[in-house]
């Protein structure tokens, strides 16, 4: 068995080329912490650096027959370096474009929930004014989806006791929303889904 290990690199990278593993491990144990070190100084993240490396000795064995290297530890370096910048160029382009095209929609989703939240608390607030035989008609019609029929059924009432109190709390609602400044279709939209 040969001694790879006293091999120089220019003979190391001949063995290499003829598919050689012995000397690609001795190859790998030469270089592979001085390339740490570095992808760790272009990259500035360990994980990253050793992510690197490793993609770089893959490749290197990989196409061992077709690369034609002259100098060992240069070749590396600038594979490792190379390697570097284009995944954090990448990743910075992809930053870039979450930016452009996701955040604002993540932005305008939150700001929606909480105007819902808001608008429901402010209508909620308005409900819990009303006198309690409207407050529980009110309740039952919108939030339980109950019919009119259901509802007098339920609290023992007349159909027509149901729409007067219903009638009454959605004009409390609505006078209540015209005072926050929104229009009246936006107002029948919400109580349409409220």
Known sequence: MNSYHTYSDYELARSLKNGSQEAFTAIYLRFSRQLLAIGYNYAKDMELAEEIVQQVFSV??????????????????????FSVFKTLHRKKRQEEMARQHYQPKIIELAEEKIDAKFLEEYINGIVEQ??????????????????????????GIAEK??????????????????????????????????
């Open 130 to 155: 009303l006198p309690e035989k409207c407050k529980l008609v009110f309740v039952c019609s919108r939030r339980e989806g109950m019919t009119n029929a259901e509802i007098a059924e339920e609290l």
């Open 161 to 194: 006791t149901v729409e007067g109190h219903l009638t009454k709390a959605l004009k409390k609602v609505r006078k209540g929303l015209e005072g926050l400044g929104l229009s009246l279709v936006l107002i029948e939209m919400l109580l349409k889904d409220f």
């Open 60 to 81: 290197l064995w990989e196409r061992r027959d077709q690369v034609q290297i002259d100098t060992l530890g240069p070749y590396l370096a600038t594979a490792v370096k």
